[in-house]
Nanobody, 125 residues
Framework: VQLQASGGGLVQAGGFLRLSCAAS????????MAWFRQAPGKEREFVAA???????AYADSVKGRFTISRDNAKNTVYLQMNRLKSEDTAVYSC????????????????????WGQGTQVTVSS
């Protein structure tokens, strides 16, 4: 199984980026896909997740600014990030779970079976 994240970069505060995570070697059309991020000196934190059934959840810090979406035909999950803030600066990683988890456990790292390499997002103020 491989998860390949891309789309990171340097952007000014208030700008936007779109991250992509292409999955291979798993049944993408089922299960849960998620984005996490880790800033320097901080623990990894949940950003957003989407079940194949359509259930979606976001961290409070990104609600209204970020949008997660899935394209099952392309085996890809996206994270559209708008109105970026300096505190969004982090390495963003995608994760995949074979199960459709309930939203209450979306944020738990241990629920995910596979992790991709991260992509750096830097927001300058």
């Amino acid at each position: 199984v491989q998860l390949q994240a891309s789309g990171g970069g340097l952007v000014q505060a208030g700008g936007f980026l779109r991250l992509s995570c292409a999955a291979s070697g798993l049944t993408f059309s089922s299960g849960t896909m998620a984005w996490f991020r880790q800033a320097p000196g901080k623990e990894r934190e949940f950003v957003a997740a989407a079940r194949s059934s359509g259930i979606i959840a976001y961290a409070d810090s990104v609600k209204g600014r970020f949008t997660i979406s899935r394209d099952n035909a392309k085996n890809t999950v996206y994270l559209q990030m708008n109105r970026l803030k300096s505190e969004d600066t982090a390495v963003y990683s995608c994760a995949a779970a074979s199960r459709q988890w309930i939203t209450e456990v979306f944020a738990q790292n241990s629920r995910y079976d596979y992790w991709g390499q991260g992509t750096q997002v830097t927001v300058s103020s």
